[in-house]
């Protein structure tokens, strides 16, 4: 595929991203997308490697090497190198639903497994993602194409994220009538509420789902499932539900102080930003604004570099984020060899922000909090962290970070945010259509399957899986689809 020396007289080139002390003024994306020209380029490096491990999606040591949709990666660079862009976003369109959402969003398990990043640098896949769906846009290859047929059956889709629309998506490419419930006042879910708009501007989300409205697909928003509709309705007045509703329990910090004012959930403080800027470009003050704050962000991860950029943005007076885990390695360790996924260290766009703005990176690893301090108002007012070592457990044999005695310290704040991660699905949901939960909080189904305990009753993405990335919720919700059209039809001609 591409031009077989193309790896050799190229040098690999991805968008050019704004000054940090500029992008940080607003919050827009701030990548300037390569010319056709250059995409073609990009597009001649992939090498004809005979094995094409950046579409295997395959599991490695616990790790995904490669795209879980199977995007037919090698197929689509060939073809934008020979500037065949229609035919480009035909065959990504048959994987992957939404390229609008993982060409900005991913972290491009793509790239970390494809054969140049061996001994070099891998092809910009994510760049020639973005440019065959953005061009296909602006060439009119997307319009609406609503199906010719239509079965008869009904399908409900509880939740308005990546995993939802997918499902919605691809039953309705197949005929059946999809409703899709988002209790949100604004549809996309994770994609519009837990991602902030600098990684994905709203009108990204609203320009599809307008072509999925076109196309036959109805949306009800501000509904809760469970709540202001009961399960039994949705059962009765539909054929078949398909619940996706994420993994939105967070993780608490459970620590003296705990109840101080001022410490939030990262994804509250988020989506209160998201919220208010779309409606009022924050003139609204109805968010939690770190303007003037001392900010410490508890956890690492793609959510705790958002906290952080989005403080900056706010104005924060000064910005830290405590990780437990060690720093990871500047190159590959021998026993993390090529094609599982590269356990680097990794400074996203908030942290190089914060060294900036700030002078220094902001992350302090092996350190977690101890203690929340508190004023005589109940505010809070700093933290005592305590550091922490990697040791093995003498009852199980596991390593686990342990604290280090003695190694406490204090830190000034005014403004904490927990960014530790999800513990599953919200149980009112789970409740109230009486589906089964596995040990980590997710609904449970038969490895490799979709179905609930419950007649009918489907579930994926997060909600089904546990917290993950986007292109794992897409890949979920398609093969939930497919799931669901085999129930009704007997048979079925979905790609998975």
Same mark, same amino acid.
């Given at each position: 595929?591409?031009?077989?020396?193309?790896?050799?007289?190229?040098?690999?080139?991805?968008?050019?991203?704004?000054?940090?002390?500029?992008?940080?003024?607003?919050?827009?994306?701030?990548?300037?997308?390569?010319? !056709?020209?250059?995409?073609?380029? !990009?597009?001649?490096?992939?090498?004809?490697?005979?094995?094409?491990?950046?579409?295997?999606?395959?599991?490695?040591?616990?790790?995904?090497?490669?795209?879980?949709?199977?995007?037919?990666?090698?197929?689509?660079?060939?073809?934008?190198?020979?500037?065949?862009?229609?035919?480009?976003?035909?065959?990504?369109?048959?994987?992957?639903?939404?390229?609008?959402?993982?060409?900005?969003?991913?972290?491009?398990?793509?790239?970390?497994?494809?054969?140049?990043?061996?001994?070099?640098?891998?092809?910009?896949?994510?760049?020639?993602?973005?440019?065959?769906?953005?061009?296909?846009?602006?060439?009119?290859?997307?319009?609406?194409?609503?199906?010719?047929?239509?079965?008869?059956?009904?399908?409900?889709?509880?939740?308005?994220?990546?995993?939802?629309?997918?499902?919605?998506?691809?039953?309705?490419?197949?005929?059946?009538?999809?409703?899709?419930?988002?209790?949100?006042?604004?549809?996309?879910?994770?994609?519009?509420?837990?991602?902030?708009?600098?990684?994905?501007?709203?009108?990204?989300?609203?320009?599809?789902?307008?072509?999925?409205?076109?196309?036959?697909?109805?949306?009800?928003?501000?509904?809760?499932?469970?709540?202001?509709?009961?399960?039994?309705?949705?059962?009765?007045?539909?054929?078949?539900?398909?619940?996706?509703?994420?993994?939105?329990?967070?993780?608490?910090?459970?620590?003296?102080?705990?109840?101080?004012?001022?410490?939030?959930?990262?994804?509250?403080?988020?989506?209160?930003?998201?919220?208010?800027?779309?409606?009022?470009?924050?003139?609204?003050?109805?968010?939690?604004?770190?303007?003037?704050?001392?900010?410490?962000?508890?956890?690492?991860?793609?959510?705790?570099?958002?906290?952080?950029?989005?403080?900056?943005?706010?104005?924060?007076?000064?910005?830290?984020?405590?990780?437990?885990?060690?720093?990871?390695?500047?190159?590959?360790?021998?026993?993390?060899?090529?094609?599982?996924?590269?356990?680097?260290?990794?400074?996203?766009?908030?942290?190089?922000?914060?060294?900036?703005?700030?002078?220094?990176?902001?992350?302090?690893?092996?350190?977690?909090?101890?203690?929340?301090?508190?004023?005589?108002?109940?505010?809070?007012?700093?933290?005592?962290?305590?550091?922490?070592?990697?040791?093995?457990?003498?009852?199980?044999?596991?390593?686990?970070?342990?604290?280090?005695?003695?190694?406490?310290?204090?830190?000034?704040?005014?403004?904490?945010?927990?960014?530790?991660?999800?513990?599953?699905?919200?149980?009112?949901?789970?409740?109230?259509?009486?589906?089964?939960?596995?040990?980590?909080?997710?609904?449970?189904?038969?490895?490799?399957?979709?179905?609930?305990?419950?007649?009918?009753?489907?579930?994926?993405?997060?909600?089904?899986?546990?917290?993950?990335?986007?292109?794992?919720?897409?890949?979920?919700?398609?093969?939930?689809?497919?799931?669901?059209?085999?129930?009704?039809?007997?048979?079925?001609?979905?790609?998975?």
């Amino acid at each position: 595929m591409g031009k077989p020396t193309g790896f050799m007289e190229y040098d690999r080139q991805t968008a050019k991203e704004e000054a940090p002390k500029e992008r940080i003024k607003n919050f827009k994306e701030f990548h300037t997308p390569l010319s !056709q020209e250059e995409q073609r380029k !990009q597009g001649a490096r992939c090498m004809a490697c005979g094995v094409p491990f950046c579409q295997s999606g395959m599991d490695i040591l616990g790790m995904t090497s490669g795209c879980p949709l199977h995007n037919l990666v090698p197929e689509w660079n060939d073809l934008i190198y020979t500037g065949n862009w229609e035919q480009a976003y035909s065959r990504l369109k048959k994987t992957n639903n939404f390229p609008e959402f993982t060409a900005r969003v991913c972290p491009a398990l793509c790239e970390a497994a494809c054969t140049c990043s061996h001994y070099g640098d891998a092809v910009s896949v994510k760049e020639n993602e973005f440019g065959i769906i953005e061009h296909a846009y602006e060439q009119g290859y997307t319009k609406a194409k609503p199906p010719k047929v239509r079965t008869g059956k009904k399908v409900a889709v509880v939740g308005s994220g990546p995993a939802g629309l997918a499902a919605a998506d691809q039953l309705n490419k197949r005929g059946h009538q999809v409703t899709v419930y988002e209790r949100d006042d604004r549809l996309g879910g994770l994609l519009m509420y837990g991602i902030p708009n600098m990684k994905l501007e709203k009108h990204i989300i609203d320009r599809k789902i307008n072509i999925m409205r076109e196309e036959g697909v109805e949306f009800i928003t501000g509904v809760n499932v469970g709540k202001d509709v009961k399960a039994s309705k949705l059962l009765k007045g539909y054929d078949r539900v398909i619940l996706a509703c994420g993994a939105k329990s967070p993780r608490d910090i459970k620590v003296p102080g705990r109840d101080a004012k001022n410490i939030y959930f990262a994804v509250d403080f988020l989506a209160a930003t998201t919220r208010s800027l779309l409606d009022s470009e924050l003139k609204d003050q109805k968010y939690l604004s770190a303007k003037g704050k001392k900010v410490v962000v508890i956890g690492g991860g793609d959510t705790g570099n958002d906290c952080i950029g989005t403080a900056i943005r706010h104005g924060a007076a000064s910005v830290v984020q405590l990780e437990i885990m060690p720093k990871a390695p500047e190159q590959r360790s021998a026993n993390n060899p090529w094609p599982q996924w590269p356990k680097v260290c990794k400074t996203d766009y908030g942290q190089q922000e914060a060294i900036a703005v700030f002078g220094n990176d902001p992350r302090i690893y092996q350190t977690t909090v101890k203690e929340f301090l508190k004023d005589k108002n109940g505010n809070l007012c700093g933290l005592i962290t305590v550091k922490l070592e990697n040791k093995k457990d003498e009852k199980t044999g596991r390593m686990i970070m342990t604290e280090i005695p003695g190694s406490e310290s204090k830190m000034d704040a005014d403004l904490v945010f927990i960014a530790a991660g999800f513990l599953g699905a919200e149980k009112y949901v789970s409740d109230a259509f009486g589906v089964s939960l596995d040990e980590r909080m997710n609904v449970k189904t038969d490895q490799g399957q979709y179905h609930t305990n419950v007649k009918n009753v489907f579930a994926a993405g997060d909600m089904h899986r546990g917290q993950s990335l986007v292109v794992w919720a897409i890949r979920e919700g398609r093969e939930a689809a497919r799931a669901v059209d085999l129930s009704l039809m007997g048979y079925t001609n979905l790609g998975a």
